[in-house]
């Protein structure tokens, strides 16, 4: 299971996405290819802004995304891949699990 955990205060500060779906073998996930996809547009999405607005790491199957500077611009974005994530929770419950 993808587990997605969000810290939110005033405005998202952190979030932090482990594991694998497991919905189906590797290379034919598509929950996994979808997170992924998510993901990647949203950073470099970020990253294409302001490349100071966040620090990301990634490792296999762990992704941590840290806010530096709270823009609008970068707080929309992350809260549009959040509504992503969770439309897809909706659809894969067994796939994929958000907490905030």
């Not at 790491?57 to 969770?86: A, C, H, P, R, S």
């Amino acid at each position: 299971m993808i587990k997605v955990k969000i810290e939110k205060k005033d405005y998202i500060e952190k979030i932090e996405i482990k594991g694998h779906a497991n919905f189906n073998e590797h290379g034919k996930d598509i929950v996994c290819a979808s997170v992924s996809s998510i993901l990647i547009t949203t950073v470099n999405a970020i990253i294409s802004f302001n490349e100071k607005a966040i620090s990301y790491e990634e490792k296999e199957g762990y992704t941590k995304i840290d806010v530096l500077i709270n823009e609008q611009v970068t707080q929309t974005l992350l809260q549009n891949m959040i509504n992503l994530f969770e439309e897809l929770e909706n659809q894969y419950q067994k796939n994929i699990k958000i907490t905030k």
